[in-house]
């Protein structure tokens, strides 16, 4: 029996191959849709702080996000994502855009449903270290409290800068979480030699 085994390994690489680099992404996207993105981009940052923890990151983490260029949840999260992955060259962050009963969009489900963002987090190997994905705790506080049931955001109108921040640091903690999963590895340490 492999000690090590990723039965959707092959699986992963071949998604990954297939997705895009953020600009390219949006390059084919339609330009109402980039429009929303880029005034997005525009409103965060990454604090001092998140590019400290980004630059401590020293494996190889590819990281494929099921996207959907016209949804509000993504206008948010696909710059943030964008943002953590900037300063950190062994990540290297695609997107997919999710076209539904795909392969991909089925195995990314959450609670059965067709959802985005999801993004994918895998090693060197391209084995699945982790998920993270649809709506972060801050954005499903904020739905809880307003009670507005499974209306999805449009993109049209930017959220509160403190709850942007707030999804902001989720996805940085999200993030570290897998670095370290990776850094922590048995396999890849001894690999590395560290």
């Given at each position: 029996m492999d000690k090590y085994l990723d039965v959707r390994q092959d699986f992963w690489r071949e998604e990954f191959e297939k997705a895009l680099p953020y600009r390219a992404y949006l390059d084919a996207s339609p330009e109402v849709h980039r429009?929303?993105?880029?005034?997005?981009?525009?409103?965060?940052?990454?604090?001092?702080?998140?590019?400290?923890?980004?630059?401590?990151?020293?494996?190889?983490?590819?990281?494929?996000?099921l996207s959907g260029v016209w949804c509000g949840d993504c206008v948010r999260q696909g710059p943030i994502l964008r943002k953590i992955a900037e300063p950190a060259p062994c990540v290297e962050l695609r997107f997919a855009e999710r076209v539904d009963d795909s392969r991909l969009a089925n195995e990314l489900r959450i609670n059965g449903a067709l959802k985005v963002p999801v993004a994918v987090f895998l090693s060197e190997d391209f084995f699945e270290v982790g998920r993270y994905g649809d709506r972060t705790l801050t954005v499903y506080r904020r739905i809880a409290r307003a009670q507005l049931g499974p209306a999805c955001d449009t993109g049209l109108f930017a959220p509160p800068a403190d709850e942007l921040r707030a999804e902001f640091a989720e996805w940085v903690d999200v993030f570290w979480r897998m670095q370290m999963i990776l850094r922590l590895s048995p396999l890849l340490r001894e690999r590395h030699g560290d």
């Open positions: 429009a929303k993105w880029a005034e997005m981009e525009r409103r965060i940052s990454l604090t001092e702080a998140a590019r400290e923890v980004a630059a401590t990151f020293v494996r190889r983490m590819p990281v494929l996000c």
